[in-house]
Nanobody, 128 residues
Framework: EVQLVESGGGLVKAGGSLTLSCAAS????????YGWFRQAPGKAREGPLC????????SYADSVKGRLFVSADAAKNTVYLRMNNLEPQDTAVYYC?????????????????????WGQGTQVTVSS
């Protein structure tokens, strides 16, 4: 069974930084693109925020460029999300998801309901 497990969430002060991890297992790692999404309570899911594909290429939504950075370590089957200059409006559950065979730029046009696999999410809370 394919598993994506997010970790690294927690409480951080506004202006601070945080790095999330998404550990993938039971999957051919480089055959997929990996994207980050988020959802605040009572709000619609937002994303893809950013994507890294099997070739290490990345793509970002305009809303997060300059603050969020996605990367992958294929040797560890792990995807990372570095978040800088966090603000209270960044508070949400953050999810990673996998989509087969597309490049990062192609995957940016694919809505969340079409992605193949999802993690359980990790809570990020930014205090003011």
């Amino acid at each position: 069974e394919v598993q994506l497990v997010e970790s690294g969430g927690g409480l951080v002060k506004a202006g601070g930084s945080l790095t999330l991890s998404c550990a993938a297992s039971q999957i051919t790692f480089d055959a997929y693109a990996y994207g980050w999404f988020r959802q605040a309570p009572g709000k619609a899911r937002e994303g893809p925020l950013c994507i890294v594909d099997g070739g290490g290429r990345t793509s970002y939504a305009d809303s997060v460029k300059g603050r969020l950075f996605v990367s992958a370590d294929a040797a560890k089957n792990t995807v990372y999300l570095r978040m800088n200059n966090l603000e209270p409006q960044d508070t949400a559950v953050y999810y990673c998801a996998a989509l087969w065979a597309l490049t990062a730029s192609q995957a940016m046009g694919i809505p969340g309901n079409k992605w193949d696999y999802w993690g359980q999410g990790t809570q990020v809370t930014v205090s003011s």
